[in-house]
């Protein structure tokens, strides 16, 4: 069993930075990929970016490349998401989610944390 605990949201206004951070505990940490996804009023889960087990691979949504940034520090058993150049559709509750693989798919996750609300204003 592995809990996740998202930190970093807010509101802030367009062309902004965030870093949301998630905290995982339980099982050993270094073991699972890591996969933020977000889900804005109205739509369904989306993928954002994900992790493999040692930080190598990454993988980004197209909404988010070039401006969005996944790391890990397995040290701290957290993974971050630095997103900057935030813009108004970037709105959304943002989920932390702990997998045996790296991968798009929301349903192949194991554990999900409870969400961090990100506000971007215009």
């Known amino acids: 069993q592995v809990q996740a605990v998202e930190s970093g949201g807010g509101l802030v206004e367009a062309g902004a930075s965030l870093r949301l951070s998630c905290l995982a505990s339980g099982r050993t940490y270094s073991m699972y990929a890591m996969g933020w996804f977000r889900q804005a009023p109205g739509k369904e889960r989306e993928f954002v970016a994900a992790?493999?087990?040692?930080?190598?691979?990454?993988y980004y949504a197209d909404s988010v490349k070039g401006r969005f940034a996944i790391s890990r520090d397995n040290a701290k058993n957290t993974v971050y998401l630095q997103m900057n150049s935030l813009k108004p559709e970037d709105t959304a509750v943002y989920y932390c989610?702990?997998?045996?693989?790296?991968?798009?798919?929301?349903?192949?996750?194991?554990?999900w944390g409870q969400g961090t609300q990100v506000i971007v204003s215009s």
């Open positions: 989610a702990v997998g045996d693989v790296v991968t798009y798919y929301s349903q192949d996750y194991k554990y």
């Open positions: 992790i493999s087990r040692n930080g190598v691979g990454r």
